[in-house]
């Protein structure tokens, strides 16, 4: 056998080698890729359902601060918002906005206080749950004087003028009542209104279109 011949089958030998020692790499790297396009493929088809977004919790602004909005983020510009509409979430104390199936906001929110009902012995709250659409009636401030308490920035959902978004509870002398304004995010507390950050309220007073949908569940 000739020197040429001896080399070329010691360089066919070395590449079988070498061949055999990268093949398990270049399969666990193959898998790797795989498995990174399968995630990314199950975050964007997440986010496109509205159950991952930037705004959901990523930019809540911890601790709560009622005197604050809810996010550190701007609100969001309803002029380029295609399907906005309002979720109430009364377990979570949660208020989402959404456009489509998309959140676009949250606010912290404190829903009614929840009782045992006397018919199916259930715990209920004090808010309606349901799909209700935004009413003409709103304003800076109100008082009821049969609950001794009152509110400011309000937009009427339901019975026009009855069931509203409004801020943290005031008193009498028109000032916050603190000890209900903590409740805020973390637990229920209202007669059946919606309570809100003040800067949340005053925007959902100032920029709820009538006849948006509000859905509360919980």
Same mark, same amino acid.
């Given at each position: 056998?000739?020197?040429?011949?001896?080399?070329?089958?010691?360089?066919?030998?070395?590449?079988?080698?070498?061949?055999?020692?990268?093949?398990?790499?270049?399969?666990?790297?193959?898998?790797?890729?795989?498995?990174?396009?399968?995630?990314?493929?199950?975050?964007?088809?997440?986010?496109?359902?509205?159950?991952?977004?930037?705004?959901?919790?990523?930019?809540?602004?911890?601790?709560?601060?009622?005197?604050?909005?809810?996010?550190?983020?701007?609100?969001?510009?309803?002029?380029?918002?295609?399907?906005?509409?309002?979720?109430?979430?009364?377990?979570?104390?949660?208020?989402?906005?959404?456009?489509?199936?998309?959140?676009?906001?949250?606010?912290? +929110?404190? @829903?009614? *206080?929840?009782?045992?009902?006397?018919?199916?012995?259930? =715990?209920?709250?004090?808010? $309606?749950? !349901? &799909?209700?659409?935004?009413?003409?009636?709103?304003?800076?401030?109100?008082?009821?004087?049969?609950?001794?308490?009152?509110?400011?920035?309000?937009?009427?959902?339901?019975?026009?003028?009855?069931?509203?978004?409004?801020?943290?509870?005031?008193?009498?002398?028109?000032?916050?009542?603190?000890?209900?304004?903590?409740?805020?995010?973390?637990?229920?507390? +209202?007669? @059946?209104? *919606?309570?809100?950050?003040?800067?949340?309220?005053?925007? =959902?007073?100032?920029?709820? $279109?009538? !006849? &948006?949908?509000?859905?509360?569940?919980?």
């Amino acid at each position: 056998m000739n020197l040429r011949v001896k080399h070329w089958i010691y360089g066919i030998f070395c590449l079988v080698i070498a061949i055999i020692a990268i093949g398990p790499e270049l399969h666990a790297a193959s898998n790797s890729d795989d498995k990174k396009a399968v995630v990314e493929s199950q975050v964007k088809e997440e986010s496109v359902k509205g159950k991952m977004s930037p705004s959901s919790e990523g930019h809540m602004r911890t601790p709560i601060d009622w005197h604050k909005s809810s996010e550190t983020i701007p609100y969001p510009d309803l002029s380029k918002v295609k399907n906005f509409w309002v979720k109430v979430d009364l377990k979570k104390n949660r208020t989402y906005l959404y456009d489509g199936s998309k959140i676009i906001y949250t606010m912290y +929110s404190t @829903g009614g *206080i929840y009782e045992k009902d006397s018919k199916t012995g259930k =715990m209920k709250s004090a808010t $309606p749950t !349901g &799909t209700f659409y935004v009413q003409q009636e709103r304003g800076d401030n109100f008082f009821n004087q049969s609950l001794k308490e009152g509110a400011n920035y309000y937009v009427s959902w339901k019975n026009h003028g009855e069931y509203l978004f409004h801020s943290v509870p005031t008193k009498a002398d028109g000032q916050y009542n603190e000890k209900e304004a903590a409740k805020l995010g973390k637990t229920q507390g +209202s007669h @059946g209104c *919606i309570r809100l950050s003040i800067p949340d309220a005053q925007w =959902m007073e100032h920029n709820l $279109p009538v !006849g &948006t949908k509000v859905e509360i569940v919980g």
